[in-house]
């Protein structure tokens, strides 16, 4: 979810505040921010990530071994990884899901990096290569960590675990593909490394969400294009439950791609766009899920925004757009099951 300055300070530590005035604060921001996604409607609830600096830099809670600092390019939190992985305490993520236990009664999704897109932004080829000279190794390293707290999540009683995989999408886009001398070994291993983390994990709905960086529309960051064939055979070797899959961008691909997908895959439709100043209608919305209606039973999809509403840590972007986008969607969830379900 969007970050106002009052929450940017307090992931800033501006000014300095202690453990306990920190956790006050922050509690009551998350307190607002879950009773804004109820008020709105949503049947699943996150707690924004605001507990975290960086998306994928909450692995340096999980771990020693990282080097923290900033991209000198645009100011953003930078983690690098320059020592062996050594775990610290669990638990980090596990407890933003123990706080919204207290809070709502809705069904909880907690959210984690993949192991290969932590190797794509945190692998440095002259700052890690006394740790780890190959990028590989480094993140089959990041495997028992973040499985340790998956199954931490999976205990504080979260209903969906999320991993997200920019990484992987990478793979949709011939130009990326072309960069690699087997592209497809590749993106075997970056799901290789996923089914690693939730292989045998039971009693909760695992997902994977295809990030196509959908932040890079703000951040002026290359966006890649195609469509999902280049990396079918991969997404049908995953071992989860959920595939969400971002379907607003330009150059998604076609979704009659749902016909050649596993049918027990629940798919999370990127359906409402979260390109900042760009307000689905409720009607818009309700007319992508209609499209993929066509290649899949209405009862295996689920509403979703294509990507984070933040992209990237210091995005500035409208808190009440934010909101009116997730009524939108709400609204086109109560328009398709009145019509699905006649």
Known sequence: MPRSNFVQDLINDRPPLSVEQYEKEMDAAIRYIVALQEHAGLDVVTDGEWRRKSYIGVIAELAHGFELGYNPADGRPWTVVTEKLSPKTSGFIAKEVTFLKKITGRL???????????????????????????????????????????????????????????????????????????????????????????????????????????GARVRGEAQFQGGYDPILSQLNNLKVHHLTMEFTAPGAGDMAVFKKLREDFEIGLGCVSVAPGQIDSAETIAARVRQAAKFLAPERITLNPDCGFAPGSGAVVSMDEAYQKIQNEVAAAKLLREEFNK
């Not at 002259?126 to 780890?132: C, F, G, I, V």
């Open 108 to 214: 909880i999704t907690s959210t984690l990096p993949s192991p290969a897109l932590l190797g794509e932004r945190m692998w440095h080829p002259e700052k890690s290569k006394k740790a780890y000279p190959n990028r590989d190794d480094f993140v089959r390293d990041c495997v028992p960590i973040l499985r340790k707290e998956l199954e931490l999540i999976k205990a504080a009683g979260a209903d969906i675990a999320q991993i997200d995989d920019p990484h992987l999408c990478l793979f949709v886009d011939p130009q990326v593909r072309s960069q690699y001398p087997n592209a497809d070994a590749a993106a075997d291993f970056s799901v290789d490394m996923v089914n690693a983390v939730v292989n045998n994990i039971k009693d909760i709905k695992l997902a994977v969400h295809l990030c196509r960086r959908a």
